[in-house]
């Protein structure tokens, strides 16, 4: 099973977008689903529903710490190349959907209950996360590759 397939299947049994793109990479970096469902766990539907970045983001932003922080150099420098992926990250996100925030890319402020209940009742996260999930992955490909 690749990643895209692994993220898509932790989507589908109810985990939130970080927690399914940071899960599906986390065995390879020496964390385990368990802990990174975990740690990955306030950072969905826009970092708890509270209008900030959407989850898939979030997510590919912890697996790029994991696989681009690296111990063999200064601290400075390992912060350097995890932020310069990041900003390539964003930079390709941004360009395929306009948007990092949950709300621009839901169209649904998940901090106002009446819209977040719209959006669940619409079935909204079913109809566009899969496709934020996939970007992710893919951006993720070709950073880490």
């Given at each position: ?71 063999d150099i200064t601290v400075s ?61 893919d951006i993720l490909k070709k950073?880490?590759?």
């Amino acid at each position: 099973m690749n990643f895209a397939e692994n993220a898509s299947r932790f989507f589908n049994r109810g985990y939130s977008c970080s927690q399914s793109v940071l899960s599906a990479y986390a065995p390879g970096y020496g964390l385990d689903e368990r802990s990174a469902f975990k740690l990955a766990s306030a950072f969905g539907g826009g970092m708890a529903h509270l209008d900030g970045a959407c989850g898939a983001v979030t997510g590919a932003l912890m697996v790029i710490g994991l696989a681009k922080f690296r111990d063999d150099i200064t601290v400075s420098a390992a912060k350097h190349e995890v932020y310069t992926a990041t900003e390539d990250f964003v930079e390709e996100f941004r360009r395929r959907n306009g948007h990092i925030n949950c709300t621009q890319l839901l169209g649904y402020n998940l901090s106002k209950p009446e819209e977040l209940k719209q959006a669940a009742d619409e079935r909204i996260f079913n109809e566009v996360c899969p496709q934020y999930l996939q970007d992710a992955v893919d951006i993720l490909k070709k950073l880490l590759s």
